[in-house]
């Protein structure tokens, strides 16, 4: 395992993010997203010997390394997806939590770690799963997916104008072979995009295969309802998003919440990271934090 592209994993608003979560320094909090563990730790710094964290991750490559790296008796790691969080917390004899963190997408690890074919940069083969035990991959998608299926994961999930375009170039280039490598995918962008400013061609397509091999958005709907399920009345829900359409799930389950009395919105507009944090991180850019409480 690339240990030191791990290190390279630079959390996002994690003092604001922590700030809002933790309440109380004799709670439970559940990282969804525990990754590398920077929001974790934060975590841990502001709780008692009383306190406990829930570190969960889909990526067991993840779990292994920040057993080894972050040795806390307050701390439990488990592999899972955030999307079964009830039946998680559940398993562990817990009943309510006084607050949970996502912090959505993917690493730093998984887009420097070339092996697991989430960067258009990569000559691996064409992956992208976080967790390595399913075997719908992104391969997958790539080869075998309709042109009318692939137009509309690029345009839903990848907000493409070119949908239409790169989804038939991949289907014509299918007819000669199989598209096997993340390089030979992006290649087939670049033919068709003109370089849009500092982003690469590739990166909405590869943003919606992985958004799709995955099922992000599912999870993140799931995920929450099952997050205000195991929260105890005052305990806060913390999300940290990076692209629209994880933000409008986030937004809309927080106002029908705060309509319906269920929940009391902490952040009336989105925290965004600060001009410094933009410069020092650029995977900062694109990232909203917001905040409800169960009432
Ligand atoms: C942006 S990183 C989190 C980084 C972390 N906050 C840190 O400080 O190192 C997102 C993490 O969420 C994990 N993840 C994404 N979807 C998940 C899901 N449905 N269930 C559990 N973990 C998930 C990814 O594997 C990845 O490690």
Same mark, same amino acid.
């Given at each position: ?47 008692? !010997?009383? /306190? ?5 991750? $889909?990526?067991? &490559? *993840? #779990?292994?390394?920040?057993?080894? %790296? ?85 345009? !839903?999930? /990848? ?5 239409? $375009?790169?989804? &038939? *170039? #991949?289907?014509?280039?299918?007819? %000669? ?119």
């Amino acid at each position: 395992m690339a240990i030191s592209v791990m290190h390279l994993h630079k959390p996002v608003l994690l003092k604001e993010s922590v700030e809002l979560l933790v309440t109380s320094s004799e709670g439970i909090y559940v990282d969804v997203t525990v990754g590398f563990g920077g929001h974790a730790s934060e975590i841990l710094s502001r709780l008692n !010997e009383s /306190g406990r964290v829930i570190g969960i991750d $889909r990526d067991v &490559e *993840a #779990i292994n390394y920040l057993k080894e %790296k972050l040795k806390d008796n307050r701390l439990t790691l488990l592999q899972g997806n955030f999307s079964d969080l009830s039946e998680i917390i559940e398993n562990l004899n817990i009943t309510k939590v006084d607050g949970i963190l996502f912090d959505l997408g993917v690493s730093l690890f998984h887009l420097k770690e070339l092996t697991r074919g989430f960067s258009f940069l990569s000559e691996s083969r064409l992956d992208m799963r976080m967790d390595t035990s399913q075997t719908f991959n992104a391969w997958d998608v790539v080869n075998k997916y309709s042109q009318k299926d692939l137009e509309r994961i690029f345009a !839903e999930y /990848g907000e493409d104008v070119y949908a239409k $375009r790169i989804s &038939e *170039a #991949i289907v014509q280039k299918r007819k %000669k072979g199989t598209i096997n490598t993340c390089r030979e995918l992006a290649l087939i962008a670049e033919e068709i995009y003109r370089r849009r400013g500092k982003i690469h061609p590739a990166t909405r397509i590869f943003q919606a295969i992985r958004i799709e091999v995955n099922g992000e958005l599912e999870n993140l709907k799931k995920g929450i309802i099952s997050a205000y399920q195991v929260l105890k009345s005052g305990g806060r829900l913390c999300v940290i998003s990076y692209h629209s359409l994880e933000d409008r799930i986030v937004k809309n389950f927080l106002r029908d919440g705060a309509r319906s009395n269920k929940l009391k919105i902490i952040t009336k507009k989105p925290i965004k990271a600060s001009f410094e944090e933009n410069r020092l991180n650029p995977s900062s850019r694109s990232a909203k934090l917001r905040v409800g409480e169960k009432i």
